[in-house]
């Protein structure tokens, strides 16, 4: 497995909608996965969306650790042309970082809980609701294969700070 470069903010890559992916059991397609679990995990992420490592295809891994997850934790995942689905109008502010955008954090509102579906490598349906921070990391990484950023989404620049300056924000918005 290879180590890959990730993208960073201002590389066009990330702006597109990237294209999906026709044969998901495509052995290249298998090889980008595992090179794109590798770049994560050394990285290290929870996830990465194939933008961010320069390719415009639909696929993204991501990882829960039960340390992250509020117990709950997720094996590594390889989803391919997913989607996502909002399954209340419930919103949650939370904080979010992107190996994208190195050295910040931004306090980001997402849907507290989504069903998303995809593919797998092995070409079978993937489908699963998630809440947390499962859902958030799965939002966060499938809105790069729209473009999207997470500092889009935020309601107020006020709440994006660098990493070590972050507990600022905290203590001022309890």
């Known amino acids: 497995m290879a180590l890959l470069t990730i993208t960073r903010m201002g590389n066009p890559v990330l702006r597109a909608v990237a294209q999906p992916i026709a044969n998901p059991t495509d052995p290249d397609i298998a090889r980008l996965a595992a090179d794109m679990i590798d770049t994560m995990i050394d990285a290290p992420g929870v996830g990465l969306a194939a933008p961010q490592i320069d390719v415009s295809r639909r696929i993204v891994v991501f990882r829960v650790p039960a340390d992250r997850g509020e117990g709950e934790s997720v094996a590594t995942t390889v989803l391919i042309n ?57 939002q966060h990484e499938v809105d790069h294969l729209d473009g999207v950023l997470y500092i889009d989404r935020m309601d107020d620049l006020k709440l994006l700070a660098f990493i070590e300056e972050a507990h600022h924000i905290t203590a001022r918005n309890g």
Not at 90 to 112: A, F, K, N, T
């Open 82 to 138: 997913p989607i996502i689905e909002p399954l209340d109008g419930g919103m949650e502010l939370g904080w979010e970082g992107c190996l994208s955008i190195p050295g910040l954090r931004g306090l980001v509102p997402r849907h507290s809980r989504i069903r998303y579906r995809g593919v797998g490598l092995d070409g079978q349906p993937i489908e699963r609701e998630a809440g947390g921070f499962h859902a958030r990391v799965v």
